[in-house]
T-cell receptor
Framework: RKEVEQDPGPFNVPEGATVAFNCTYSNSASQSFFWYRQDCRKEPKLLMSVYSSGNEDGRFTAQLNRASQYISLLIRDSKLSDSATYLCVVISNFGNEKLTFGTGTRLTIIP | DAGITQSPRHKVTETGTPVTLRCHQTENHRYMYWYRQDPGHGLRLIHYSYGVKDTDKGEVSDGYSVSRSKTEDFLLTLESATSSQTSVYFC?????????????????FGQGTRLTVV
């Protein structure tokens, strides 16, 4: 089983819609969680961290469910500029800071 | 932008030749990573480092070796390149500041190296 799993999509969503992604992880001792965004032929960049209590940044909401070992990302009122690949990231091996990425979910916002 | 650069940015090499990719950082971050990215597989960890001379294997380490003789440089070597190692390679850096209220930094990525093995 992969350490971090994501639905690869693609998700094709009309502009203005709400879209949600999930990501599951296998290591119950995982420490920290993030969502990254990657545009075509570019390097990944941090979108937001994921906190146990859930966190929101504008139209984006991230949630962590430790009991079920998954994290989620919700995008409300989607914009054309949200089209990208979204990668979940899990940190394990406390002290060694091993960063493991999911395969990514490709999102296309349709006008 | 974080000070992280990869070199070369593009390389074409022949099967069986050795190849070394360099990742250089000016942030003095402790943790450095090498990933490869292929369609359908996302970013897969090759090797990572948690300090000078401290490295560990990732999920796809076969055929690759690394060295970190100083904080700022993390080298990835393909001892004998194969066509299956054609990929885009990304380096990343991060840091942790325990007990100082700053927590963990995000992972910053280099711009990637496109390697083609023919």
């Amino acid at each position: 089983r992969k350490e971090v799993e994501q639905d690869p999509g693609p998700f094709n969503v009309p502009e203005g819609a709400t879209v949600a992604f999930n990501c599951t992880y296998s290591n119950s001792a995982s420490q920290s969680f993030f969502w990254y965004r990657q545009d075509c032929r570019k390097e990944p960049k941090l979108l937001m961290s994921v906190y146990s209590s859930g966190n929101e940044d504008g139209r984006f909401t991230a949630q962590l469910n430790r009991a079920s070992q998954y994290i989620s990302l919700l995008i409300r009122d989607s914009k054309l500029s949200d089209s990208a690949t979204y990668l979940c990231v899990v940190i394990s091996n406390f002290g060694n800071e091993k960063l493991t990425f999911g395969t990514g979910t490709r999102l296309t916002i349709i006008p | 932008d974080a000070g992280i650069t990869q070199s070369p940015r593009h390389k074409v090499t022949e099967t069986g030749t050795p190849v070394t990719l360099r990742c250089h950082q000016t942030e003095n971050h402790r943790y450095m990573y090498w990933y490869r990215q292929d369609p359908g597989h996302g970013l897969r960890l090759i090797h990572y480092s948690y300090g000078v001379k401290d490295t560990d294997k990732g999920e796809v380490s076969d055929g690759y070796s690394v060295s970190r003789s100083k904080t700022e440089d993390f080298l990835l070597t393909l001892e004998s390149a194969t066509s299956s190692q054609t990929s885009v390679y990304f380096c990343a850096i991060s840091e942790v500041y325990p007990g100082q209220g700053r927590g963990r930094t995000e992972a910053f990525f280099g711009q990637g190296t496109r390697l083609t093995v023919v």
